[in-house]
């Protein structure tokens, strides 16, 4: 039901019409430009390139939805199961590279955005007023993310909480150095230092997100626990060259949700539900991670450029977002019967284009 406080868009000449996927501002998106954020969401539901060029280069988004709902060319399979992802990233994408856009989605504050469309009640609210409004819940969620993206900027500087600055431990990759950060919420991170750190190259670091099943419990249903072994021996044997790298290990289980949530997830993942349908089931964010902590924390120590040894799309954006020059190191991972539904999602869904050892 509309609420007078809520915040509605859909018309022309609505207040908020800048919410629109129809309002013509221009989206950057894999290296291309498209003139609305509809022209990138309709040209993903065919295979070829023709086609998505035949919308990219539509006139208006109008011109451009027509064409993704009538053009007789071979589309993506299981489109329902993706849309909803390809939507988010087209908006994330459209209100992160314009800043005005961004502050105006801040500026509603805690209000209900909704989608006022009068025929769509998947997208909007629907003539009832009663629609799923998945546009709009997007919105809300994309607002969050900025907002907590906003307050890890105004975090306090990260302090060290070690005794003498650093703590020397030894590992099974040569002894290494143990920093301890406290974020904003108290929660306290590491950063471990092997070797030689030389800020003028590009310094190696795998930036690893808490997986407490698999990298304490050797869980075989994710590739956490692999990575951050190959990122250890990696930077280990560039210390042995004299060089060195640098894991910065941020307590963000379960991609920012925590260990009992994703638990939680894990449980309508053994009913066939993937990653992203899980957590939105049981309603936390898909991915509720940014990484202006770990940027910090790089800059605290010098480091502008880095080799960043992951798979995620995401890390190098924030990275780069935050001014530090990346260049990726790609991490492969091997494949169980237990974890390639979850490697084929990561890949397939969210972008990190595995490199995989069978
Ligand atoms: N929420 C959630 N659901 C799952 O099914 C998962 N396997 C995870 N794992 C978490 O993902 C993070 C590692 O992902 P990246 O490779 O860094 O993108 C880590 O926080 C795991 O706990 N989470
Ligand atoms: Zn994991």
């Not at 025929?119 to 969050?144: A, H």
């Not at 670091?205 to 072994?229: A, N």
């Not at 999602?345 to 972008?351: A, E, Q, S």
């Amino acid at each position: 039901m509309k609420d007078s406080n809520d915040i509605l868009f859909y018309d022309e000449d609505g207040l908020f019409f800048e919410f629109s996927n129809f309002y013509p501002l221009p989206v950057k998106i894999d290296g291309a430009f498209w003139l609305t954020s509809e022209h990138f969401y309709q040209a993903q539901k065919f295979i070829n390139d023709s086609s998505k060029e035949k919308i990219r280069l539509a006139k208006t988004a109008e011109e451009a939805y027509l064409l993704g709902n009538n053009l007789q060319e071979s589309r993506v399979d299981n489109w329902e199961n993706r849309r909803v992802q390809i939507m988010e990233r087209a908006v994330y994408e459209k209100f992160s590279q314009h800043d005005f856009l961004k502050e105006k989605l801040l500026e509603t504050g805690e209000l209900l955005i909704k989608e006022n469309s009068p025929t769509d009640s998947f997208w909007g609210i629907g003539s009832d007023g009663l629609g799923k409004n998945v546009l709009g819940r997007i919105l809300m969620d994309i607002r969050n993310k900025f907002k907590n993206l906003e307050e890890a900027k105004q975090s306090v500087k990260p302090k060290w909480m070690c005794i003498e600055d650093s703590v020397e431990i030894p590992t099974e990759y040569g002894k290494m150095f143990f920093n301890v950060y406290m974020d904003h919420k108290g929660k306290e991170h590491l950063a471990i230092i092997s070797g030689n750190i030389d800020v003028d190259e590009h310094v190696l670091v795998r930036i690893h997100s808490e997986c407490i099943t698999g990298d304490v419990f050797k869980s075989s249903k994710c590739d956490c626990g692999i990575q951050l072994d190959r990122a250890f021996k990696f930077i280990g044997e560039e210390t042995q060259k004299g060089k060195g790298g640098i894991i910065l290990y941020m307590r963000d289980e379960g991609r920012g949700i925590g260990l009992g949530n994703k638990l939680r997830a894990y449980k309508f993942q053994q009913q066939g539900f993937d990653t992203i349908d899980a957590n939105k089931i049981i309603q936390t964010p898909v991915d509720d991670r940014n990484y202006v902590l770990p940027s910090q924390i790089l800059k605290s120590l010098g480091i502008n450029k880095v080799r960043l040894i992951t798979n995620n799309p995401l890390k190098i954006k924030d990275l780069e977002n935050e001014g530090i020059e990346v260049k990726r190191v790609k991490i492969n991972s091997s494949v169980t019967p237990f974890n390639k539904d979850y490697l084929s999602v990561k890949n397939n869904i969210m972008g990190h284009n595995i490199g995989i050892d069978y």
